[in-house]
């Protein structure tokens, strides 16, 4: 999942011609604190869980919340959630924290903290989702919300491909390489290609609907680059990507 976080500028653009008008664009300056704290989290949780092998030869946390179908349908619903911060083994978390790490930070920068924040849980929500309908085995790890990240960045660099110019053919082109080899080895025995599925379709979801659109906008101090996408959109993104995975779930619930 190596793929650099889109990189724009923070200083002024400029239209192309004789009489050129400059444009603002200002990024946040902020720490992409949401990266971290999710970084630190599942590592932690990974750190219990090799705890809980050692200490007692079993891996009491994964047991409590990694995805298995029939507990879920007995009512223990978090297990939808909760395999994002479980993982099998070192080299596992590994990946996945390197991936997070890479692709993160940039699109925390854009979608700002609660907004990313959304946009991972939504995404490993619906990864866990899929898998839970169309897999009946056992399944953890933050791939899931991984894969939801691609997504949204192949939404970020496609809607604003205004501010890429001619590089954006280019990182979108090197994106669905990234994408189509990653599910190529989500084929592999023991890979859970639907949560894998899942997540990217949650993530294109949430991404389409309540992701930054840079606009040029009038302001006091001249014309600036601001994202239109606004809180109202945010709840709707929400709604309809969370909504539709859970209406997955109620309609597995009532099939029995």
Do not use: C
């Not at 854009?110 to 989702?129: M, S």
């Not at 082109?173 to 599925?197: A, K, R």
């Not at 309809?240 to 009532?254: E, K, N, P, Q, Y």
Request: no cysteine; net charge positive; aromatic share 10%.
């Amino acid at each position: 999942m190596n793929s650099t976080p889109p990189n724009i500028p923070d200083q002024p653009q400029t239209q192309p011609g004789n009489n050129r008008v400059p444009i603002t664009f200002r990024l946040s300056k902020g720490k992409p604190w949401v990266t971290y704290s999710l970084l630190a989290v599942t590592v932690l949780v990974y750190v219990l869980q090799y705890l809980s092998q050692a200490i007692y030869q079993y891996d009491y946390p994964a047991l409590l919340g990694e995805k298995i179908n029939q507990l879920i349908l007995a009512g223990q619903v978090w297990r939808l959630i909760t395999p994002v911060l479980l993982h099998a083994n070192i080299l596992h978390i590994g990946f996945n924290m390197y991936a997070l790490f890479v692709l993160g930070p940039g699109l925390e920068q854009h979608y700002g903290h609660k907004r990313f924040l959304i946009l991972y849980l939504v995404a490993g929500y619906a990864g866990n989702v899929l898998s839970f309908l169309l897999s009946a085995n056992p399944s953890l790890g933050a791939s899931t919300a991984i894969f939801g990240l691609v997504s949204a960045q192949v939404v970020f660099i496609y809607r604003n491909r205004m501010l890429f110019g001619d590089r954006a053919k280019g990182m979108l082109i090197n994106l669905g390489v990234v994408v189509v080899v990653n599910l190529l080895l989500s084929l592999q025995p023991g890979i859970d290609i639907y949560g894998h599925l899942g997540g990217m379709v949650g993530g294109l979801i949430f991404a389409w609907v309540a992701g930054p659109h840079y606009q040029v906008q009038q302001t006091l101090g001249g014309l600036e680059l601001k994202d239109s996408a606004s809180n109202h959109e945010m709840l709707w993104g929400t709604l309809l990507s969370a909504g539709l995975f859970t209406a997955i779930v109620i309609g597995r619930f009532l099939a029995g």
